[in-house]
């Protein structure tokens, strides 16, 4: 119980030991011997400084620094704090929950540094229920406006998706300091409110690399990728040397939008600074560089990772499918099995692509079953998907019907699309219609279906059902989503979408020039011609 105890001093001595800076575990267990003998393990001070040492020495095993602090007989609240702490740091929150529920039953009062510590802990596994108990004694025992518990609670509740109790709490506190601010942004930043984030963002007196992580993460989560790009520029003209995370975000960001200038200076920037190549990282430019469409760049990254993961073998694996090196990607599944990798289902997703654009019927249905009987994942709907486009593309539309029939779930609009583009390509109408009606059922007949339907009647030729489904299209109001190209010019991405009619004065006088150009070569080739 807590209370005020006799006990044996440590000597200095000892004590200037147990400061000393990087300690073996031979060195730490003889001081540990010492105190023993001397009676001195009685000392909290002394206990809480071998405590720290061993956590030092050993940060991710804490099995034989917990049952030294079983032993301690006189634990006080910083020994308390200390366990607790290295507990919240290696990720361990349950341990530090009842460290904190054994503190409290021991007798002991938490201080601002203890809540800290297991509001940390309850963010990191989204408890919110134990936050809540541990805000309503903060409060009791005077400790809500400290720093350390402010930021604690502003970010549980940010973590939480209680941005009511949280922003009350920001807007409250007259000590907001960069943490607090970024724990903010980044609770609407998970929510998807990106405007409210950015508006916050531009509000901070003063940012860090964490706040512009957030930001770019932020947009890139809801599909804005060239803000995202904008951000990280803004990042590194104000000086700010953008880490791990915000140059895998932005790399994302690259990848999308094929920005390749821009992601070729972001590699040239983890090569300058001599950054690990970890798993994360190198898929990231794996990704980055097959979805701009530099396949052997992307290779290349991928042969110089010291640890190839399953995320960076499908990373490859997509991006060989996609250009057209659907043998190598096959090939890098069994590279796979031969480096002890296992395959998970988006890998099975993108190799059953692979196969479907080569034509490979045997070869995917050989590793659709594999699945099942090698690998032990069970298909789904998306592997059908993959399997009914397979065998769609091949002209094999009866055994694709069977495949929607017998599949032991219900067809989603990506099963079914597959199966009336095949219809589609091989000009099958009564599938076709068959497959639409399927597909009004379920609620899913969107404006591709009905530009595929068009399709299917066109291709034998029988227009008038194609202006019935045009006219259809009208008295629905069904309009088909407008095509966009991305173009990137001197490091800037510019996008342009099929029937903007907001195009700048400036454009305008550009193609006028272009077509006055292009008449005088015709004008000047003609005449040399009539010569």
């Not at 073996?24 to 400084?49: E, M, R, V």
């Not at 690990?276 to 530099?294: P, R, S």
Request: aromatic share 10%.
């Amino acid at each position: 119980m807590a209370g005020t105890h006799k006990y044996i001093k440590s000597t200095q001595k000892t004590l200037s030991l147990l400061n000393q800076h990087y300690l073996s575990t031979s060195q730490i267990n003889q001081i540990h011997a010492h105190l023993i003998i001397s009676g001195s393990i009685s000392d909290p001070f002394a206990a809480g400084k071998l405590l720290l040492s061993h956590i030092a020495s050993n940060p991710t095993n804490l099995q034989h620094t917990y049952t030294i602090f079983q032993s301690i007989p006189h634990r006080s609240t910083y020994i308390w704090n200390i366990m607790i702490k290295a507990c919240t740091e290696q990720g361990d929150s349950q341990k530090a929950f009842h460290l904190f529920k054994h503190m409290l039953g021991s007798g002991f009062l938490p201080t601002n540094y203890t809540f800290s510590f297991v509001l940390k802990a309850c963010a990191d596994v989204g408890e919110l229920n134990l936050g809540l108990e541990c805000h309503d004694l903060a409060v009791k025992l005077g400790w809500e406006s400290y720093d350390f518990v402010q930021n604690g609670l502003v970010h549980l509740y940010a973590v939480c998706g209680c941005l009511d109790w949280c922003r009350r709490l920001f807007d409250s506190s007259l000590n907001k300091d960069v943490v607090t601010w970024t724990a903010v942004v980044n609770g609407y930043v998970r929510l998807g409110e990106v405007e409210v984030a950015r508006q916050l963002f531009d509000e901070m007196p003063k940012k860090n690399n964490v706040s512009w992580s957030v930001m770019i993460n932020g947009y890139v989560q809801v599909g804005l990728f060239k803000e995202a790009l904008d951000v990280f520029n803004d990042m590194l003209c104000n000086g700010f040397q953008p880490n791990h995370s915000s140059i895998v975000v932005a790399l994302s960001a690259c990848g999308f939008l094929g920005a390749l200038d821009q992601g070729r200076w972001i590699h040239a920037y983890v090569d300058k600074k001599k950054m690990e190549l970890d798993g994360v990282l190198g898929t990231a430019l794996v990704d980055m560089y097959a979805k701009c469409g530099c396949i052997e760049l992307a290779y290349r990254v991928f042969e110089q990772m010291p640890y190839r993961d399953v995320f960076a073998f499908t990373s490859l694996i997509s991006g060989m499918a996609n250009h057209g090196e659907s043998a190598r990607a096959i090939a890098l599944l069994s590279r796979m099995e031969t480096e002890g990798v296992k395959p998970n289902e988006i890998t099975f997703i993108c190799v059953l692509n692979a196969c479907s654009r080569m034509g490979l019927v045997k070869e995917g249905l050989r590793v659709f079953e594999s699945m099942t009987d090698v690998h032990g994942i069970k298909p789904t709907v998306k592997h059908y998907g993959c399997l009914v486009d397979l065998l769609g593309g091949a002209g094999m539309l009866e055994q694709a019907k069977k495949v929607v029939a017998e599949m032991p779930m219900e067809p989603d609009s990506y099963v079914l699309g597959a199966l009336l583009n095949a219809c589609s390509v091989h000009g099958n109408v009564e599938l076709g219609l068959e497959t639409v009606e399927g597909l009004v059922e379920r609620g899913l007949d969107r404006s591709g279906v009905h530009v595929l339907l068009s399709n299917i009647y066109a291709s034998v030729n029988q227009w008038g059902y194609v202006e019935n489904v045009r006219k259809r299209m009208e008295d629905k109001q069904v309009k088909k989503d407008p095509g966009c190209s991305l173009i990137e010019v001197d490091g800037v991405v510019s996008e342009f979408v099929a029937g903007n009619k907001l195009i700048t004065e400036e454009f305008e006088s550009l193609l006028s020039g272009i077509d006055k150009h292009s008449r005088s070569y015709w004008i000047d080739d003609y005449i040399t011609c009539g010569s």
